[in-house]
C-alpha cells in the first residue's frame, strides 16, 4: 500500500489491503447522518457531492460497528481513533447511542472525550428552544483491553521523589476554526487548526495517520505539516481530485 495517497474507494476496501497493526493513529470525521427529517439536504442542501448522509439510524448504527471492527484490525497496540462527531436537532440522542454501540459491539471503549468550540454555529438555529451548537465532540477511542496504557504524548514536567510522572495540563477542550477553506463539494470540514491540536497530543513524528474519510484532505495537509505521514479514503472523485491539489501546493 501506497503512504501519503488517497484511495478513491470505500474505507472499508482500503482498510482490506493493509495489513494488520498497519497504522499508528486514526483520525477523522465521519457522516452524521444528519438527514433525518423528510426532505432533508438530499433534495435541498447536499452536504457531500457523492453521498447523501441518509441512513435509519439501525443502519447507520450496524455501518459503525462494521467500521470499528476493521479498525480494530488495522490500528496498531496502545493507539486511539479520534473521531469528531456532532449530532442534527432532529436526533440529538444519536452520538451517545454511537458511543453505547461501539462499546457493547466492539473491542473499543471510550477513553476520553474532547470538546472542540467553533468560532460561529453553522447553521443558524430556527428553533425557539434548542441553544445554538458552537460544540462538537472528539469521541478517544481505545480498545478496552489499552485504557490505562492508550498512548498519549504530553510533556512531563516534573518528577516526585518516588519516581512518580507529573505531566503538563492539557484540557479537553480547545477551540479551533471551522474550516480551513470552503468548497461546495464538501460542506462539512474541519481545520487544518483542529487537526494541528489532535496531532500535537496524539501523534509523533513519522506515524502513520489515516483518514477514512479523508473529504477535502485537510488531515493530510496538517499531517505533512506536523512531519507525519497520511493515508486517506475517500469515494467522491472530485474531492480526490481536490485534496491532490491541495497537496500539490504543500509540496
Known amino acids: 500500500m501506497e503512504i501519503n495517497k488517497f484511495y478513491n474507494e470505500d474505507c472499508l476496501l482500503t482498510m482490506k489491503n493493509m495489513k494488520e497493526g498497519f497504522i499508528d493513529l486514526i483520525l477523522t470525521s465521519p457522516p452524521y447522518?444528519?438527514?433525518?427529517?423528510?426532505?432533508?439536504?438530499?433534495?435541498k442542501q447536499p452536504r457531500y457531492d457523492t453521498?447523501?448522509?441518509?441512513?435509519?439510524?439501525?443502519?447507520?448504527?450496524?455501518?459503525?460497528?462494521?467500521?470499528?471492527?476493521e479498525f480494530d484490525r488495522v490500528l496498531k497496540t496502545n493507539k486511539v481513533v479520534l473521531y469528531n462527531f456532532s449530532y442534527s436537532v432532529e436526533n440529538p440522542i444519536l452520538p451517545y447511542l454511537l458511543v453505547c454501540a461501539i462499546n457493547n459491539q466492539t473491542n473499543f471503549t471510550l477513553g476520553d472525550t474532547i470538546i472542540w468550540k467553533k468560532p460561529n454555529s453553522v447553521p443558524h438555529p430556527a428553533s425557539y428552544n434548542r441553544l445554538n451548537r458552537t460544540?462538537?465532540?472528539?469521541?478517544v477511542f481505545c480498545r478496552k483491553?489499552?485504557?490505562?496504557?492508550?498512548e498519549m504524548h504530553k510533556k512531563i514536567k516534573s518528577v516526585g521523589k518516588n519516581g512518580q510522572n507529573y505531566?503538563?495540563?492539557?484540557?479537553?477542550f480547545f477551540i479551533a476554526k471551522n474550516n480551513s477553506e470552503t468548497t461546495n463539494l464538501n460542506k462539512a470540514t474541519y481545520s487544518i487548526e483542529f487537526c494541528d491540536f489532535l496531532l500535537s497530543h496524539?501523534?509523533?513524528?513519522d506515524y502513520l495517520v489515516y483518514d477514512p474519510f479523508m473529504g477535502t484532505g485537510t488531515t493530510a495537509i496538517s499531517c505533512?505539516?506536523?512531519n507525519m505521514l497520511f493515508v486517506g479514503s475517500e469515494i467522491s472523485e472530485k474531492q480526490v481530485n481536490h485534496s491532490e491539489k491541495r497537496i500539490d501546493l504543500i509540496k
Open 145 to 150: 483491553t489499552e485504557l490505562k496504557t492508550y
Open 202 to 205: 496524539y501523534g509523533t513524528k
Open 135 to 139: 460544540i462538537e465532540f472528539v469521541f
Open 224 to 226: 505533512l505539516k506536523n
Open 51 to 69: 453521498y447523501n448522509d441518509w441512513m435509519t439510524e439501525e443502519q447507520y448504527i450496524d455501518w459503525s460497528v462494521n467500521l470499528f471492527n
Open 33 to 43: 447522518n444528519m438527514t433525518k427529517r423528510k426532505g432533508g439536504y438530499a433534495d
Open 167 to 172: 505531566y503538563e495540563i492539557v484540557d479537553n
